[in-house]
């Protein structure tokens, strides 16, 4: 951390900061040049509130030069991480495709679902059994018996299962179906939950909160990379603005943004993203583009009749017209898919 001092502040006052920092522990090294004077703040300065500095007499201005996360960032660990999940890399030259209903809402449809998505290329099945849904009456997910449709559905098809876990205590029962533990966007900053996923048995797929900066998306997968979970995955799924056409924003300069600051894997989610179905695939094919490791998109055998984000769900005929064109995409990044 770097702060800088009024010119003309009395020495006192220079005085006085140094000794603030000293209080918390830090060593301080003083510069004095011409008209300026500036303090280097040597140790880890991430928990400290830089306000606190900012509004010291005397003080210009505090700012960091290293980022307050630390096991999440490229400057701690420089190459990609690439997870090994079963016989899939996440991660790696592979974009991953993950695919499958907003909600689990029968063993017939997940089997469906899964039949198709497995069948052009899909390595994930997705599907809710536990829903975070804005109205308390709206359908609240399967529960266990949603669980163990995915969990065969994926066996039968070779594909991995996510879903989403919404609370610390699930996260038991959910390791017990699923490969990878999806976080909601609405349950980003659930410290309390997120931090116990730091001991969870499972990869994290950590959804950005909708209104949550990139910096803070990143505290919070350092919440579960300190907690002793190293496998965290990144979704980029949109966020709240001001445009009132999409249902969310899809961020799609946060994906080489995170790719630069972090060495996790970064996914996209075009479906909640958007909103809207005929926005879904233009938003998958800019996410690869701009450098995703993969895509998380909702398919539905009949969107028209889902309990659950129908009109944001691809129909089959779509996800195999969409998985096409991904592939030119990816080879001409370098990629394979
Ligand atoms: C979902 O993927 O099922 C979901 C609810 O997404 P989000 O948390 O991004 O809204
Ligand atoms: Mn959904």
Same mark, same amino acid.
């Given at each position: 951390m770097v702060i800088t001092i009024e010119p003309e502040t009395p020495e006192q006052q220079i005085e006085a900061v140094i000794k603030k920092l000293n209080e918390m522990g830090f060593d301080v090294h003083r510069s004095t040049g011409v008209n300026r004077t500036v303090l280097g703040v040597i140790g880890n300065t991430a928990a400290i509130d830089i306000r606190d500095l900012k509004i010291m007499p005397g003080v210009a201005d505090a700012y960091r030069i290293t980022e307050p996360y630390k096991l999440a960032s490229r400057s701690y660990h420089h190459e990609n991480t690439v997870l090994q999940i079963k016989d899939i890399e996440i991660g790696g030259e592979e974009i991953i495709i993950i695919a499958g209903p907003c909600s689990v809402e029968s063993r017939e449809q997940t089997m469906e679902i899964a039949e198709q998505v497995s069948a052009k290329g899909a390595r994930a099945l997705r599907g809710g059994a536990f829903k975070p849904r804005t109205s308390p009456y709206a359908f609240q997910g399967l529960g266990e018996e949603g669980?163990?449709?995915?969990?065969?559905?994926?066996?039968?098809?070779?594909?991995?299962?996510? /879903?989403?876990?919404?609370?610390?205590?699930?996260?038991?029962? #959910?390791?017990?179906?699923?490969?990878? *533990?999806? &976080?909601? $966007?609405?349950?980003?900053?659930?410290?309390?939950?997120?931090?116990?996923?730091?001991?969870?048995?499972?990869?994290?797929?950590?959804?950005?909160?909708?209104?949550?900066?990139?910096?803070?998306?990143?505290?919070?997968?350092?919440?579960?990379?300190?907690?002793?979970?190293?496998?965290?995955?990144?979704?980029?799924?949109?966020?709240?603005?001001?445009?009132?056409? /999409?249902?969310?924003?899809?961020?799609?300069?946060?994906?080489? #943004?995170?790719?630069?600051?972090?060495? *996790?894997? &970064?996914? $996209?989610?075009?479906?909640?993203?958007t909103g809207i179905r005929d926005k879904v695939i233009p938003m998958a094919r800019a996410s690869i583009a701009a450098g995703a490791d993969g895509i998380m998109v909702e398919v539905h055998n009949d969107p028209d009749h889902a309990q659950s984000d129908g009109a944001q769900s691809l129909y089959p005929e779509q996800f195999a017209e969409l998985m096409v064109q991904l592939k030119t995409i990816a080879g001409v990044i370098g990629r394979k898919l």
């Open positions: 669980l163990k449709y995915l969990r065969e559905a994926a066996d039968k098809f070779g594909m991995l299962v996510i /879903t989403e876990v919404m609370d610390k205590d699930q996260i038991e029962l #959910v390791s017990e179906y699923a490969d990878i *533990l999806q &976080v909601g $966007a609405r349950n980003m900053q659930n410290f309390t939950f997120i931090r116990e996923l730091g001991k969870a048995k499972r990869p994290v797929f950590l959804k950005r909160g909708m209104s949550a900066t990139i910096q803070e998306w990143l505290m919070a997968a350092e919440y579960v990379l300190s907690g002793g979970n190293h496998n965290v995955i990144l979704c980029e799924r949109g966020i709240r603005t001001f445009e009132t056409y /999409t249902r969310n924003t899809l961020d799609i300069s946060a994906i080489p #943004v995170v790719k630069k600051l972090s060495h *996790l894997p &970064v996914f $996209a989610d075009p479906s909640h993203g």
